[in-house]
């Protein structure tokens, strides 16, 4: 295969070769998920959505969707939200929640060492993304199957990312004198089952999903 973005598509090579060896059985107890081995099918859920991920080859396919749906979906279109799929796989487990949830700050060594890139690819993107326009921002929350509205902030909303892994946008509106903000936390079973590193991708995935659930 011809590489020709490098940011995504080294990235993506580089996971799908370790794929191939993966032991889907092994995965599949370790993430809680299920893996029918006659298929060769990974099942699992993301982002309110069910997909199924053939193995060894990868193939995504999404099985609550119309057809005419599947060409944005993001897990069927984007090298970056596949990497971080073949990381969960590969790399993840999990690991039940106790019901909290953690700022991105909170977590464990990692968190800051990544609070830069959070900051600038989660943080300031969901605010001025959606700071201003929180009508918006709403509605495409509540196209998202299973995301549920909660009392936090001025607006919040709490949904699944992958199997057993929740996040919580929350946004302070603005005015005259004090722009709009916003903060990410995610389920406290997240230091456990994800690099830090993927919880940014985590935060970057679910805003480019809302930013397509505006369209």
């Not at 298929?39 to 982002?47: D, T, V």
């Not at 969707?65 to 990381?87: G, N, V």
């Not at 302070?172 to 903060?183: M, R």
């Amino acid at each position: 295969m011809e590489i020709e973005n490098h940011k995504e598509e080294v990235p993506f090579e580089h996971y799908l070769d370790k794929f191939h060896t993966l032991d889907p059985k092994e995965a599949a107890q370790r993430l809680n998920i299920l893996y029918d081995e006659s298929a060769k099918k990974f099942q699992l859920r993301f982002l309110g959505h069910l997909y199924e991920v053939e193995y060894p080859d990868f193939h995504v396919t999404v099985l609550d969707k119309p057809q005419e749906d599947m060409e944005k979906d993001l897990l069927m279109t984007s090298l970056p939200a596949q990497t971080f799929i073949m990381r969960y796989l590969l790399e993840g487990q999990y690991i039940s929640s106790s019901g909290k949830f953690m700022t991105f700050r909170e977590v464990p060594t990692y968190g800051e060492l990544y609070i830069q890139p959070f900051t600038g690819r989660c943080i300031k993107r969901l605010t001025y993304g959606f700071g201003y326009k929180l009508k918006a921002f709403s509605e495409a929350m509540e196209k998202i199957p299973g995301c549920e509205k909660i009392d936090m902030g001025d607006v919040a909303y709490e949904f699944e990312l992958v199997n057993g892994y929740r996040m919580r946008f929350i946004f302070w509106e603005g005015d005259e004198e004090f722009p709009p903000s916003a903060q990410i936390l995610y389920s406290d079973n997240f230091q456990f089952g994800f690099h830090a590193e993927d919880m940014v991708v985590a935060g970057d995935l679910s805003i480019t999903t809302v930013k397509m659930l505006c369209v």
